[in-house]
């Protein structure tokens, strides 16, 4: 009897891989996803109160690789909500028919399921990236003239024609380009800077680029333009040196934009690993109160969702060594929290 996704896709003969898409794109060895289907770990890295699920049927004998997009929604502690599990499952062999007789996993069956998302343009780009890199594949067509762009030649003001697909390739290949990059992120103009950060989010930088995108974040600093403030934090937040990540938060938290909505929600949502770090977290929460309620309970809630920073935020919240401000904006949050709940209602 089929009591798991994992068991569903077995049966079937499926062969799946499985990403996170909802704060970067990672790949979720299949013990750790198997865990989290039976309740015995969180979900890593839950995006508004949710597991963002990316599901590869890496089969040659069903042709193209097909993919599935699915959310399910998860509790306070960050465990998978099985009853929705259940009802998609449920969904998916009633449409299927039973699971030793289901159809192909390309003949997509998700349809209207409630459980289904399409992912944004970016995400779709850096996944497609993602995988033909890891099976060895080729890149897109668009490649070849993303490397020339980049290279400055016909200068960076003829950005229009560069192709999304291209900077998530060249992204993901980015190890074996750094000179490239990091002579191009001081000139690149505000548009591909944007997007170059944001296929690099989902990549671990090493030095070299981590520097060259910080002294960007510096110049756009005594701009001010927080879009660009918070694409320099999204390009630095999976960096491999955590000590230079956490220390472009903090400059970006120290000056005079860093309470602005658009960076404290880069921070949150893509640097949130920086967090970890007591320092940083205070300034943080400072900010954050700053930056008005409606901001600061909808970041709040967020980061309540992941597992580590629950446990640091809870004895933040129960701190009364905190600012005034900080203190006003909690006493706020849990108010609204406690009717929310009273209600029946989600934060």
């Keep these: 009897m089929t009591t798991t996704l994992y068991d569903f896709l077995d049966q079937i003969g499926a062969r799946p891989r499985f990403f996170s898409l909802g704060r970067r794109i990672t790949e979720i060895p299949h013990e750790r996803f198997t865990a989290f289907e039976n309740a015995a770990e969180p ?19 069903a042709g193209e690789p097909h993919l599935w997009f699915l959310r399910f929604p998860l509790d306070e502690q960050g465990l998978l909500v099985q009853a929705a599990r259940d009802e998609f499952l449920r969904r998916i062999i ?11 996993p390309s003949t997509d069956p998700l349809g209207d399921n409630p459980f289904g998302f399409k992912p944004n343009e970016a995400q779709m780009a850096n996944l497609h990236a993602r995988i033909t890199h890891s099976q060895g594949q080729s890149p897109s067509p668009q490649y070849a003239h993303t490397l020339e762009y980049f290279s400055g030649k016909q200068g960076f ?16 290949r980015h190890d074996e380009h750094t000179g490239l990059l990091t002579q191009a992120i001081p000139q690149l103009p505000a548009e591909p800077f944007n997007v170059l950060c944001g296929c690099l989010e989902n990549a671990a930088l090493g030095d070299s680029l981590i520097d060259a995108i910080a002294q960007r974040l510096h110049t756009e600093l005594g701009t001010p333009d927080p879009v660009l403030i918070a694409a320099a934090l999204r390009g630095l937040s999976n960096g491999a040196q955590r000590e230079k990540v ?29 967090l970890y770090d007591n320092d940083l977290r205070t300034h943080f929460l400072r900010r954050l109160a700053e930056s008005g309620q409606r901001a600061f309970d909808s970041i709040l809630a967020d980061l309540l969702f992941l597992p580590v920073l629950r446990t640091l935020l809870l004895a933040d919240i129960r701190d009364h060594q905190q600012p005034q401000e900080v203190q006003q904006a909690i006493a706020t949050f849990i108010q609204r929290f406690t009717q929310s709940t009273a209600k029946g209602n989600k934060p």
């Design 43 to 61: 979900w890593s890295q839950p995006f508004q109160q949710a597991a963002w699920l990316g599901i590869l049927f890496d089969d040659t004998q």
């Design 94 to 104: 009633d449409s299927a028919g039973q699971p030793d007789n289901a159809a192909d």
């Design 157 to 172: 003001e003829q950005w229009q024609f560069v192709g999304l697909q291209g900077i998530a390739d060249l992204a993901i």
């Design 246 to 274: 956490i220390a472009a938060m903090q400059v970006a938290l120290h000056s005079e934009p860093g309470k602005h909505p658009e960076i404290l929600a880069a921070i949150a949502g893509r640097a949130w690993e920086s």
